[in-house]
């Protein structure tokens, strides 16, 4: 009964590359919540999408971040022309209902470090 | 401005002490108030979920508290275990159901 899974654990880019993280959420869940955990910080809300949809992308980059969650396949947060500071933890959660009370299950992160 | 403020920062007890980590949160309006445990290079663990209307949930040594009207949880571990060590982090979610995180409590416990 497999988690939530992100991969890859550890991305390494330089500067001006693009990085693509993904997280399959939970069997049986439609939504999916990013988190950022700067070094010293931290986990701050990204983005939420249910299956084709962005619900919610207040805690968005307003540049070179976005994020899907296609109807089949996994989500992605993909960052374009990466910087320093995107160097973080990125952590992807899922839950079976988008109603505040469920739980949210965390994947492991990716790591990202750029160069 | 912080919504989420967890005291102490860091703590280091013995092991078999009880101990109590403190989150107080500005918003009133919240959903429900979550207690998670990161180990290092981890993810986050759930560990207890208090809804809006509940006062308290209990789990094994755990034991978390809501008060909504202060603004306030405290998490509650009894005989601390050195197993226990990791960081402890309180999220509390919004309409949205999108989580709003403290910087979380680095507690080490000494054999």
């Known amino acids: 009964n497999a988690g939530v899974m992100q991969n890859p654990r550890h991305l390494v880019r330089r500067r001006g590359q693009e990085a693509r993280l993904r997280c399959s959420p939970m069997?049986?869940?439609?939504?999916v919540y990013w988190y950022r955990q700067l070094p010293e910080e931290g986990l701050k809300f990204m983005v939420y999408?249910?299956?084709?949809?962005?619900?919610?992308e207040s805690g968005m980059p307003k540049e070179r971040f976005s994020a899907e969650f296609p109807k089949e396949g996994p989500s992605i947060l993909r960052i374009q022309q990466v910087v320093r500071g995107d160097s973080a933890a990125y952590f992807c959660a899922s839950s079976d209902a988008g109603t505040p009370g469920e739980p949210q299950h965390f994947g492991d992160g990716t790591r990202l470090s750029i160069l | 401005k912080q919504e989420v403020t967890q005291i102490p920062a860091a703590l280091s007890v013995p092991e078999g002490e009880n101990l109590v980590l403190n989150c107080s949160f500005t918003d009133s309006a919240i959903y429900n108030l979550q207690w998670f445990r990161q180990d290092p290079g981890k993810g986050l663990t759930s560990l207890l979920l208090?809804?809006?209307?509940?006062r308290e949930q209990t789990s094994g040594r755990l034991n978390a508290s809501l008060d909504k009207s202060s603004g306030r949880s405290t998490l509650y571990i009894a005989a601390s275990q050195p197993g226990d060590s990791a960081t402890y982090l309180c999220a509390f979610s919004r309409n949205t159901g999108k989580l709003i995180f403290g910087q979380g409590t680095t507690l080490q416990v000494k054999p």
């Open positions: 069997k049986g869940h439609s939504h």
């Open positions: 999408l249910q299956k084709e949809n962005i619900i919610d």
């Open positions: 208090i809804q809006s209307s509940q």
